[in-house]
C-alpha cells in the first residue's frame, strides 16, 4: 500500500510539474533543471524543478539526471551563467524578487530578460556586471548590492581578500581550524566580530590583510599558516576609482605624495632596503604600490610607507582630507560642532549609557551605514558620527532590543557642562534621589498613560522643556525625565488630552552594588598612564594601590572580591612576606589624602603555580563595599576578546612628563589579535597564548612602570569586566610596541580554586 501511494504521488508530482512548466513557460523562458528516465518505457520526463528546489520522489528503474548548471553554487567568470540559489547579498541582506516591484522597482524582469534565469529571489547577473551576479534587495534604502558567489575554480583575485571558496588546507596540508572555535587555538577572529569577512566553517580566508589567504590549525605545535591556493587566469574585478585625498581610512588614495608625518621619505614598494617587508607589488598586485607612494594596502587606519630612514622602520603619511573639518570639531573629543556632521571625536555610548555597535559590524543590528556606503563620514571602531547629517552624532547600540540612540555629547557653543551623571542611572529603570539624572525608558505615568514626546507640541503645546532648551536633560524621545528638579522625581507631558503632564512610578534604586557597575560615570578616554587623561574620581572603583608596609605605591591591582585582589606576580618579587604589603582602596590621589580612602593588610599571596605572571592577595579584613570602592565583574572562562574592541587601563604610573602626575590616569586603545602582534616588526612572537596585546600601533599611549599589576578591562553591555592584568612592554607608547596583558580568561578555574580552598 505504501509503494502504491508514494507511486501515485509520484505520478501526481510529474504531472504538476508539467503543468505548472508549461503556464510558466508562458512567462518566461524556464529551461528544465532535471530529467527523469525510465528505463523500462524508455521514456525521459523534463522537469522544472531538481533537488535543491523541491522534494522529488524516487522509484525503481527510474534514474534522475540532474543539470550541473542549476546544481553549482560557484560561478565562472561574471557568472553571467550563475543559476544557483543564493539569495541574499554580500552584507547578508535578502533579495528581493525579480517579479516583484516592493520595494524596488526592477529594470532586469523576468519578462524583458526570459534567458538570465531571473527565478524567485536568486542572485544572478543578467546585465553581465563586471563584479558578478547582484540582486536588488529588500532593504528601501538600498536598491541593489553584489553577492558573495565564489569562484568554480579554486583561485584568488589580488591578495585573496575576497576569496570565498572551500579550501579549508595549509600549504603544509595541516587541516584548518574552525573560525568559530578556540580549539586548539584561542584567537580574536571570531566571525560576528568580523560579519563583512565571510568567516565560515574553516575555510581559508584573509581578514588582516595577509599577502594570501591563511587559517589557524588544528595542530597544536602550529598557531596559524597560509593556505595554497593559486592566482585566479580571469582578471581582477575593476577597481573603484582612486582618489587624490584621504577618504576612511585612505585605502583607494591614489595620490604622490611620498613624505611621512614627521618628513621621512618614503622607501619604493619594491625595494628590500633599508627595511625588509612582505609588502610589494608581488603580494599585493592590486593595491597600486607603485614607486613610493604612500598607500594602505592592509587596512591600517591611514595611508603610510616604510622610510628611508633606517631607525623608523615605517610611518603614516599625512593626507589631506576631502573632508574639509573644522579644527574645533579636530580637537575636541567630548563636543560637537553644528549637528555634528564634522564631529571626529571617540564617544562611543549613547545618551542612556548603551554602548555603541561598531560601524563594520552587523551584529545586533543590520544597517547599511558603513565606510563603504559613506567614505566621508569616518565611520571608524564604534564611534559617535553623523553620516546621514541627523540632528547630532548618533549610533547603533549594543542593545539587541535598542537599534539606534543619540550620543551622550554636548554641543561645543553650549554653555552647560556635561552632568557627570551616576552610572547606576544609565542602565537601570529605578532612580537615585530626585531622578534628575535618569535616564532609562520608562514611558508611561503613574496613571498608566503613555508619554508625549519632548520634541512634540502635540497634544500639549509646550516651550520649555524640549530638547533643544535643556540639551542636557536626556529628553530623548517620550521617555519619563525630571528636567527641573521636581522634589517628586521624573514626570511627563501626556497624550491624553485631558491631562497635561503626570509623574512616573519609577522604583527608588536598591541600596547594593554590582560588579563592574560605577557609580560615578568613567571619562572614557580613548586619546594618545603615558598620554592618556585624568579619570573623573572614583569612576574605576575596583582600581587599588599596592603598596609597601611603610605606604609607598609601586603596583596597580584590581578588587574583584571584597577581600580579595588581582595583581601581577612580578609585584610580588621584593617578598614572599604578606606583611610586606598594603592594599589601598578608594582613592584618586595618589597621596591617598581623601576620607573614602580604605586600608587594608595582606593576609596570604597566591602566585599562579605555572610562572603565569598573575597572582591574588587577600585582604586581612574585606573592604567595605560603597560607592568608591566596589568589585569589577570577571570574564567567562577561557573568553577572548575581538581584534576590535576598545578596553581601558588605568593607574598611577610613570606619565614620562605629559602631565597627570599623582593622580588617577586612564586610557583607551584596542586589543591587538596576537597573530598581529607577533609580527617581526611589532613583538616578533614574544606573545604567549596565556597573553593578550592592546595598545595603538603608532604608539602615544600605553600603560607604563607603576601600572604593573593592574586592570584592562573592557565594557560588555552594562558592566566592565576585567580582561587582562598589566604585565609587560617594550618601553612605553613606544610605536609598533603595544603592552602585553595576561589574559585573565585563561585563569578564572585556578582563581575561583584558590578563593573557594582559602
Given at each position: 500500500?505504501l509503494?502504491?501511494?508514494?507511486?501515485?504521488?509520484?505520478?501526481?508530482?510529474?504531472?504538476?510539474?508539467?503543468?505548472?512548466?508549461?503556464?510558466?513557460?508562458s512567462?518566461?523562458d524556464?529551461?528544465?533543471?532535471?530529467?527523469?528516465?525510465?528505463?523500462?518505457?524508455?521514456?525521459?520526463?523534463?522537469?522544472?524543478?531538481?533537488?535543491?528546489?523541491?522534494?522529488?520522489?524516487?522509484?525503481?528503474?527510474?534514474?534522475?539526471?540532474?543539470?550541473?548548471?542549476?546544481?553549482?553554487?560557484?560561478?565562472?567568470?561574471?557568472?553571467?551563467?550563475?543559476?544557483?540559489?543564493?539569495?541574499?547579498?554580500?552584507?547578508?541582506?535578502?533579495?528581493?524578487?525579480?517579479?516583484?516591484?516592493?520595494?524596488?522597482?526592477?529594470?532586469?524582469?523576468?519578462?524583458?530578460?526570459?534567458?538570465?534565469?531571473?527565478?524567485?529571489?536568486?542572485?544572478?547577473?543578467?546585465?553581465?556586471?563586471?563584479?558578478?551576479?547582484?540582486c536588488?534587495?529588500?532593504?528601501?534604502?538600498?536598491?541593489?548590492?553584489?553577492?558573495?558567489?565564489?569562484?568554480?575554480?579554486?583561485?584568488?583575485?589580488?591578495?585573496?581578500?575576497?576569496?570565498?571558496?572551500?579550501?579549508?588546507?595549509?600549504?603544509?596540508?595541516?587541516?584548518?581550524?574552525?573560525?568559530?572555535?578556540q580549539?586548539?587555538?584561542?584567537?580574536?577572529?571570531?566571525?560576528?566580530?568580523?560579519?563583512?569577512?565571510?568567516?565560515?566553517?574553516?575555510?581559508?580566508?584573509n581578514?588582516?590583510?595577509?599577502?594570501?589567504?591563511?587559517?589557524?590549525?588544528?595542530?597544536?605545535?602550529?598557531?596559524?599558516?597560509?593556505?595554497?591556493i593559486?592566482?585566479?587566469?580571469?582578471?581582477?574585478?575593476?577597481?573603484?576609482?582612486?582618489?587624490?585625498?584621504?577618504?576612511?581610512?585612505?585605502?583607494?588614495?591614489?595620490g604622490?605624495?611620498?613624505?611621512?608625518?614627521?618628513?621621512?621619505?618614503?622607501?619604493?614598494?619594491?625595494s628590500?632596503?633599508?627595511?625588509?617587508?612582505?609588502?610589494?607589488?608581488?603580494?599585493?598586485?592590486?593595491?597600486?604600490?607603485?614607486?613610493?607612494?604612500c598607500?594602505?594596502?592592509?587596512?591600517?587606519?591611514?595611508?603610510?610607507?616604510?622610510?628611508t630612514?633606517?631607525?623608523?622602520?615605517?610611518?603614516?603619511?599625512?593626507?589631506p582630507?576631502?573632508?574639509?573639518?573644522?579644527?574645533?570639531?579636530?580637537?575636541?573629543?567630548?563636543?560637537?560642532?553644528?549637528?555634528?556632521?564634522?564631529?571626529?571625536?571617540?564617544?562611543?555610548?549613547?545618551?542612556?549609557?548603551?554602548?555603541?555597535?561598531?560601524?563594520?559590524?552587523?551584529?545586533?543590528?543590520?544597517?547599511?551605514?558603513?565606510?563603504?556606503?559613506?567614505?566621508?563620514?569616518?565611520?571608524?571602531?564604534?564611534?559617535?558620527?553623523n553620516?546621514?547629517?541627523?540632528?547630532?552624532?548618533?549610533?547603533?547600540?549594543?542593545?539587541?532590543?535598542?537599534?539606534?540612540?543619540?550620543?551622550?555629547?554636548?554641543?561645543?557653543?553650549?554653555r552647560?557642562?556635561?552632568?557627570?551623571?551616576?552610572?547606576?542611572?544609565?542602565?537601570?529603570?529605578?532612580?537615585?534621589g530626585?531622578?534628575?539624572?535618569?535616564?532609562?525608558?520608562?514611558?508611561?505615568?503613574?496613571?498608566?498613560?503613555?508619554?508625549?514626546?519632548?520634541?512634540?507640541?502635540?497634544?500639549?503645546?509646550?516651550?520649555?522643556?524640549?530638547?533643544?532648551?535643556?540639551?542636557?536633560?536626556?529628553?530623548?524621545?517620550?521617555?519619563?525625565r525630571?528636567?527641573?528638579?521636581?522634589?517628586?522625581?521624573?514626570?511627563?507631558?501626556?497624550?491624553?488630552?485631558?491631562?497635561?503632564?503626570?509623574?512616573?512610578?519609577?522604583?527608588?534604586?536598591?541600596?547594593?552594588?554590582?560588579?563592574?557597575?560605577?557609580?560615578?560615570?568613567?571619562?572614557?578616554?580613548?586619546?594618545?598612564?603615558?598620554?592618556?587623561?585624568?579619570?573623573?574620581?572614583?569612576?574605576?572603583?575596583w582600581?587599588?594601590?599596592?603598596?609597601?608596609?611603610?605606604?609607598l605605591?609601586?603596583?596597580?591591582?584590581?578588587?574583584?572580591?571584597?577581600?580579595?585582589?588581582?595583581?601581577?606576580?612580578h609585584?610580588?618579587?621584593?617578598?614572599?612576606?604578606?606583611?610586606?604589603?598594603?592594599?589601598?582602596?578608594?582613592?584618586?590621589?595618589?597621596?591617598?589624602?581623601?576620607?573614602?580612602?580604605?586600608?587594608?593588610?595582606?593576609?596570604?599571596?597566591?602566585?599562579?603555580?605555572h610562572?603565569?605572571?598573575?597572582?591574588?592577595?587577600?585582604l586581612?579584613?574585606?573592604?567595605?563595599?560603597?560607592?568608591?570602592?566596589?568589585?569589577v565583574?570577571?570574564?567567562?572562562e577561557?573568553?577572548?576578546?575581538?581584534?576590535?574592541?576598545?578596553?581601558?587601563?588605568?593607574?598611577?604610573?610613570?606619565?614620562?612628563?605629559?602631565g597627570?602626575?599623582?593622580?588617577?590616569?586612564?586610557?583607551?586603545?584596542?586589543?591587538?589579535?596576537?597573530?598581529?602582534?607577533?609580527?617581526?616588526?611589532?613583538?616578533?612572537?614574544?606573545?604567549?597564548?596565556?597573553?593578550?596585546?592592546?595598545?595603538?600601533?603608532?604608539?602615544?599611549?600605553?600603560?607604563?612602570?607603576?601600572?604593573?599589576?593592574?586592570?584592562?578591562?573592557?565594557?560588555?553591555?552594562?558592566?566592565?569586566?576585567?580582561?587582562?592584568?598589566?604585565?609587560?612592554?617594550?618601553?612605553?607608547?613606544?610605536?609598533?610596541?603595544?603592552?602585553?596583558?595576561?589574559?585573565?580568561?585563561?585563569?578564572?578555574?585556578?582563581?575561583?580554586?584558590?578563593?573557594?580552598?582559602?
Open positions: 500500500c509503494l502504491n501511494a508514494m507511486l501515485l504521488l509520484l505520478l501526481l508530482f510529474f504531472f504538476f510539474v508539467q503543468k505548472s512548466y508549461t503556464i510558466r513557460s512567462f518566461a524556464l529551461q528544465p533543471k532535471a530529467f527523469l528516465f525510465t528505463s523500462k518505457d524508455q521514456q525521459c520526463l523534463t522537469l522544472a524543478e531538481n533537488t535543491k528546489t523541491a522534494v522529488i520522489f524516487r522509484r525503481t528503474n527510474a534514474v534522475l539526471y540532474e543539470k550541473r548548471i542549476y546544481l553549482l553554487e560557484c560561478k565562472e567568470g561574471k557568472g553571467v551563467h550563475y543559476r544557483g540559489t543564493e539569495a541574499k547579498t554580500q552584507k547578508g541582506v535578502p533579495c528581493q524578487k525579480w517579479a516583484d516591484t516592493v520595494p524596488h522597482k526592477p529594470n532586469y524582469t523576468p519578462e524583458k530578460y526570459p534567458n538570465a534565469g531571473l527565478e524567485e529571489n536568486y542572485c544572478r547577473n543578467p546585465d553581465g556586471d563586471e563584479r558578478g551576479p547582484w536588488y534587495t529588500t532593504d528601501p534604502a538600498t536598491r541593489f548590492d553584489y553577492c558573495n558567489i565564489p569562484e568554480c575554480e579554486e583561485c584568488m583575485h589580488c591578495s585573496g581578500e575576497n576569496y570565498h571558496g572551500v579550501v579549508a588546507t595549509t600549504t603544509s596540508g595541516l587541516e584548518c581550524q574552525r573560525w568559530d572555535s580549539q586548539p587555538h584561542s584567537h580574536g577572529y571570531l566571525p560576528e566580530n568580523f560579519p563583512e569577512k565571510d568567516l565560515k566553517m574553516n575555510y581559508c580566508r581578514p588582516d590583510g595577509e599577502p594570501r589567504p591563511w587559517c589557524f590549525t588544528t595542530s597544536l605545535t602550529k598557531r596559524w599558516e597560509y593556505c595554497d593559486p592566482r585566479c587566469t580571469t582578471p581582477p574585478p575593476a577597481p573603484a576609482p582612486g582618489r587624490q585625498c584621504l577618504s576612511g581610512r585612505g585605502e583607494d588614495y591614489q604622490t605624495i611620498s613624505v611621512t608625518e614627521s618628513g621621512n621619505t618614503c622607501q619604493h614598494w619594491s628590500q632596503s633599508p627595511h625588509r617587508h612582505a609588502r610589494t607589488p608581488e603580494n599585493y598586485p592590486c593595491k597600486n604600490l607603485e614607486e613610493n607612494y598607500r594602505n594596502p592592509d587596512g591600517e587606519k591611514m595611508p603610510w610607507c616604510y622610510t630612514n633606517k631607525t623608523a622602520r615605517w610611518e603614516y603619511c599625512t593626507i582630507s576631502s573632508v574639509d573639518v573644522p579644527e574645533q570639531a579636530q580637537i575636541s573629543e567630548d563636543c560637537y560642532q553644528g549637528n555634528g556632521v564634522t564631529y571626529r571625536g571617540t564617544a562611543s555610548f549613547t545618551l542612556t549609557g548603551k554602548k555603541c555597535q561598531a560601524w563594520s559590524s552587523m551584529s545586533p543590528h543590520r544597517h547599511n551605514k558603513t565606510a563603504d556606503q559613506y567614505p566621508n563620514a569616518d565611520l571608524r571602531q564604534n564611534y559617535c558620527r553620516p546621514d547629517a541627523d540632528s547630532r552624532p548618533w549610533c547603533y547600540t549594543t542593545d539587541p532590543s535598542v537599534r539606534w540612540e543619540y550620543c551622550n555629547l554636548k554641543r561645543c557653543d553650549s552647560v557642562p556635561l552632568t557627570i551623571i551616576s552610572f547606576s542611572s544609565f542602565f537601570t529603570d529605578c532612580i537615585n530626585n531622578g534628575k539624572d535618569y535616564r532609562g525608558t520608562v514611558a508611561k505615568t503613574t496613571r498608566g498613560r503613555t508619554c508625549q514626546e519632548w520634541s512634540s507640541q502635540k497634544p500639549h503645546s509646550h516651550d520649555y522643556f524640549t530638547p533643544m532648551t535643556h540639551p542636557e536633560a536626556g529628553l530623548d524621545k517620550n521617555y519619563c525630571n528636567p527641573d528638579g521636581d522634589v517628586n522625581g521624573p514626570w511627563c507631558y501626556t497624550t491624553d488630552p485631558r491631562k497635561a503632564w503626570e509623574y512616573c512610578d519609577i522604583p527608588k534604586s536598591p541600596a547594593q552594588y554590582e560588579c563592574g557597575k560605577s557609580k560615578f560615570r568613567p571619562k572614557l578616554c580613548a586619546q594618545r598612564i603615558v598620554a592618556g587623561c585624568i579619570s573623573h574620581p572614583h569612576s574605576w572603583p582600581q587599588i594601590s599596592l603598596r609597601t608596609s611603610y605606604g605605591h609601586f603596583c596597580g591591582g584590581t578588587l574583584i572580591d571584597p577581600q580579595w585582589v588581582l595583581t601581577a606576580a609585584c610580588l618579587e621584593k617578598s614572599s612576606r604578606p606583611s610586606a604589603y598594603k592594599v589601598y582602596l578608594g582613592l584618586h590621589r595618589e597621596r591617598a589624602s581623601e576620607a573614602s580612602v580604605q586600608k587594608r593588610d595582606v593576609e596570604k599571596l597566591f602566585k599562579e603555580p610562572r603565569a605572571d598573575i597572582a591574588l592577595l587577600k586581612r579584613s574585606p573592604a567595605i563595599i560603597n560607592n568608591h570602592v566596589i568589585p565583574c570577571l570574564p567567562k577561557n573568553a577572548v576578546l575581538g581584534g576590535r574592541e576598545e578596553c581601558y587601563v588605568t593607574g598611577w604610573g610613570d606619565t614620562k612628563g605629559t597627570g602626575d599623582g593622580l588617577l590616569k586612564e586610557t583607551g586603545f584596542p586589543v591587538i589579535e596576537n597573530k598581529i602582534c607577533n609580527r617581526p616588526e611589532f613583538l616578533n612572537g614574544r606573545v604567549k597564548k596565556h597573553e593578550l596585546c592592546a595598545g595603538n600601533i603608532h604608539g602615544g599611549t600605553d600603560s607604563c612602570q607603576g601600572d604593573s599589576g593592574g586592570p584592562l578591562v573592557c565594557l560588555d553591555q552594562d558592566r566592565f569586566v576585567q580582561h587582562g592584568v598589566t604585565s609587560w612592554g617594550l618601553g612605553c607608547a613606544q610605536p609598533m610596541k603595544p603592552g602585553v596583558y595576561v589574559r585573565v580568561s585563561n585563569y578564572i578555574p585556578w582563581i575561583e580554586s584558590i578563593m573557594e580552598n582559602n
